[in-house]
């Protein structure tokens, strides 16, 4: 029976999928130990005692795991977080270790998570076991997620010692240089603004997991999971991007051509001075600065936030809108990411979308024509930038219209062929007049 199970084509797929994550995790492990790095793998399994580096992201993930718990297990499992934590503490003042890096909680939560996966392979059988195994993985899955983004921002340096950012400079005049503008009102808004939108940009995860917590707030009633959710974007989204970094390497215009960049910079122009037009070509950067901004993941990960907050309460698309807006100005103000990056980013995300939105309900004939065309647009976008850029800046009237069209058409074909996939309510059915 267990062999005819494991048969099945979800058993197989499932399998799959989890041997080509360990294999990504491993061959990441390898490449960042080429480059004297500890990789995902290390760097997660020191949190389990060391402070963490990722705290808040932790305590986040051990909610995403508590989708799968009742009400009494998730109290028992917080209690336990926390009293894990404060142990740690103590143990860190009476041996007097101090925090240099990391945050002083969060291993709490890890153990927490740890402990259920071993509470589901010992105490737990059948659905019951799998129902849990899949609520630890999906709370580790997004802090590893998180440190294999770092590993590939440590390869891409090391890795792309050249870069596009003069191409993408360029090109970003058609669109009215955004990163320049709304830096300098980021910059007129003193300290206040830019710790307001530094929390706003850092604390990403912990806004994806409060719409993933209520698109899965049904699973430990339903003992299962929906086919499809804002975790399984946030992942391919982490999973896909880091390639592409590989293909257009690019710092952003505080590095390129701000003061961050040093005697590697063009020349210290951002946010006061847009960059002149001339002939770009590649330049050699330092091997520190990761080549992660084309697109800008940032934006692609609020705009999944935002699509998937358009279901819930008032409150949860209000808060998905602003973390969008919000995140956008925080991209741009402080000078990681060109407005060219932004549109691409924004695409990007739609493409993965559609494409995993077709893969829960059936790929049909309007799936694959709008995933196909995402594709085409997100390609000819890099291919402009990098092969048009000057005739992209030199005739902008021309051009960034071009841009932005290219980009709401992608906008209106998700949204139109996604309210098609929609089901339609049946109409009341009226009663029939009575006869007299």
């Not at 995402?374 to 960034?400: C, D, K, Q």
């Amino acid at each position: 029976m267990a062999i005819a199970a494991w048969r099945r084509p979800r058993a197989i797929l499932w399998a799959t999928a989890a041997v080509v994550t360990l294999g990504f995790l491993i061959a990441l492990e390898i490449a960042a130990r080429h480059y004297g790095m500890p990789g995902p793998i290390v760097t997660q399994a020191q949190e389990v005692i060391i402070a963490p580096k990722s705290g808040f992201l932790l305590y986040a993930s051990m909610a995403l795991m508590m989708v799968v718990l009742t009400w009494k297990q998730r109290l028992i499992a917080a209690g336990a977080a926390i009293g894990i934590d404060l142990i740690f503490l103590l143990v860190r003042w009476a041996t007097d270790t101090k925090v240099t890096e990391g945050h002083p909680f969060g291993n709490g939560a890890l153990w927490v998570i740890l402990g259920c996966a071993v509470i589901a392979v010992t105490r737990r059988t059948g659905q019951e076991r799998v129902l849990l195994l899949k609520g630890v993985g999906l709370g580790l899955l997004l802090v590893t997620g998180r440190k294999t983004g770092d590993a590939w921002l440590l390869i891409t340096s090391k890795a792309r010692p050249t870069v596009l950012d003069q191409y993408v400079a360029t090109a970003d005049h058609a669109l009215g240089n955004p990163s320049w503008l709304v830096g300098q009102i980021v910059t007129a808004t003193g300290p206040i603004g830019s710790h307001f939108l530094d929390a706003i940009y850092t604390q990403l995860p912990v806004a994806a997991v409060a719409v993933a917590v209520f698109q899965l707030r049904k699973v430990a009633v339903e003992r299962r999971f929906p086919g499809h959710h804002l975790v399984r974007t946030f992942l391919v989204i982490g999973l896909l991007g880091p390639g592409i970094y590989m293909i257009f390497p690019v710092v952003g215009p505080i590095f390129a051509y701000g003061a961050d960049g040093g005697h590697w910079a063009v020349a210290n122009l951002w946010p006061d001075t847009p960059p002149p037009i001339g002939t770009p070509h590649h330049m050699t950067f330092d091997e520190i600065t990761p080549r992660n901004c084309m697109p800008s993941l940032h934006t692609a990960w609020a705009t999944a936030i935002f699509i998937h907050s358009r279901k819930g309460p008032r409150i949860l698309q209000f808060a998905g809108a602003f973390w969008l807006v919000a995140t956008l100005g925080a991209t741009l103000g402080f000078g990681y990411h060109y407005g060219a990056d932004i549109i691409a980013g924004v695409v990007f995300t739609l493409t993965i979308e559609a494409a995993l939105r077709s893969l829960d309900r059936g790929w049909d004939r309007s799936g694959i024509q709008l995933v196909a065309y995402g594709t085409a647009v997100f390609a000819a976008l890099l291919v402009s930038y990098r092969y048009l850029s000057v005739e992209m800046a030199e005739h902008p009237w021309v051009f960034g219209p071009l841009l932005i069209l290219a980009t709401a058409s992608v906008i209106y074909g998700y949204v139109r062929t996604t309210g098609l996939w929609e089901p339609k309510a049946a109409p009341a059915q009226q009663p029939e007049p009575e006869l007299v």
